[in-house]
């Protein structure tokens, strides 16, 4: 059974930084690309960044990119997104999902996790 559990997000003022992790298991990690999207109240799920199996390609939505960076360990079966200089418009639920194609296209992605929410106060 595939399993992918995301944590680290929370509440932070604006300019904070937060680091998510998803976790995954059930599933030959090193073998897949991996994405985060995110899905504010009222609002489509949107592509946020996605990285490829090795970690040596990734790629970045243009409202996250430059404060943000994904990464991930295939060791640990983990993927990380650090996010910085958050703002109020960066709040929503943020998903990993792991697919074995390269693409930005959520419908693509095979698994996805349950979700973190990331609230950020101005």
């Known amino acids: 059974q595939v399993q992918l559990v995301e944590s680290g997000g929370g509440l932070v003022q604006t300019g904070g930084s937060l680091k998510l992790s998803c976790a995954a298991s059930g599933l030959a990690f090193d073998m897949f690309a991996m994405g985060w999207f995110r899905q504010a109240p009222g609002q489509e799920r949107e592509f946020v960044a996605r990285l490829s199996s090795s970690g040596g390609t990734a790629e970045y939505a243009d409202s996250l990119k430059g404060r943000s960076t994904i990464s991930r360990d295939n060791a640990k079966n983990t993927l990380y997104l650090q996010m910085n200089s958050l703002i109020p418009e960066d709040t929503a639920v943020y998903y990993c999902?792991?697919?074995?194609?390269?693409?930005?296209?959520?419908?693509?992605?095979?698994?996805w996790g349950q979700g973190t929410q990331v609230t950020v106060s101005s």
């Open positions: 999902a792991a697919s074995r194609s390269w693409t930005k296209i959520g419908t693509q992605y095979h698994y």
